[in-house]
T-cell receptor, first 111, second 114 residues
Framework: AQRVTQPEKLLSVFKGAPVELKCNYS??????LFWYVQYSRQRLQLLLR??SRESIKGFTADLNKGETSFHLKKPFAQEEDSAMYYC?????????????FGKGTRLSVIA | DAGVIQSPRHEVTEMGQEVTLRCKPI?????LFWYRQTMMRGLELLIY????????DSGMPEDRFSAKMPNASFSTLKIQPSEPRDSAVYFC????????????FGQGTRLTVV
């Protein structure tokens, strides 16, 4: 069964501190992994995807197939990073298969 | 392109009433997804369409829920009759079917059933 687990509902960190949002998944096969972000009063938007291997807004995420994890990291949190973060997976050719989301982690960056 | 457009943004209705949520996907996108977001369950897939054809509606919670996509530029999600436990934010998303592309989300419809 496809499942995404985000163990933390809320994560509070101080500005400048490192951030790690955890994500574990279960999927039989080779999934595509994503992180979506939802800022206050805005729509859900893609933050990054594992196949791109890029850093967006200072965030990175590495797919660890052995641990079935895709944790989101940033070395120095900023106040504007406060948002709801969702980890998601889909099957290959992600355009026509739906995303399965975790329940989300609310990140609060304290000044 | 204005992105995925959903209407209305907010809907308050009385229990037992019919509710219709609307979605206009991004032009050229031929996959469309309806999600429901609640505090308890997060984002749940309700149904999705490829080329206007419903592919998987196993996430639709009950027969009170129905969805249609009469053409490539319009989809509706209907709840009849509505109940208080249907209160949630309903999101529509669209994507292209070819290649590995991202899903683009609308701003959602916040539904409150009283």
């Amino acid at each position: 069964a496809q499942r995404v687990t985000q163990p933390e509902k809320l994560l509070s960190v101080f500005k400048g501190a490192p951030v790690e949002l955890k994500c574990n998944y279960s999927y039989s096969g080779s999934p595509e992994l994503f992180w979506y972000v939802q800022y206050s009063r805005q729509r859900l938007q893609l933050l990054l995807r594992h196949i791109s291997r890029e850093s967006i807004k200072g965030f990175t995420a590495d797919l660890n197939k052995g641990e079935t994890s895709f944790h989101l990291k940033k070395p120095f949190a900023q106040e504007e990073d406060s948002a709801m973060y969702y980890c998601a997976l889909s099957g290959p050719y992600s355009g026509n298969t739906p995303l399965v989301f975790g329940k989300g982690t609310r990140l609060s960056v304290i000044a | 392109d204005a992105g995925v457009i959903q209407s209305p943004r907010h809907e308050v209705t009385e229990m037992g009433q019919e509710v219709t949520l609307r979605c206009k996907p991004i032009s050229g996108h031929n996959s469309l997804f309806w999600y429901r977001q609640t505090m308890m369950r997060g984002l749940e897939l309700l149904i999705y369409f490829n080329n206007n054809v419903p592919i998987d509606d196993s996430g639709m919670p009950e027969d009170r829920f129905s969805a249609k996509m009469p053409n490539a530029s319009f989809s509706t999600l209907k709840i009849q009759p509505s109940e208080p436990r249907d209160s949630a934010v309903y999101f529509c998303a669209s994507s292209q079917t070819t290649g590995n592309t991202e899903a683009f989300f609308g701003q959602g419809t916040r539904l409150t059933v009283v």
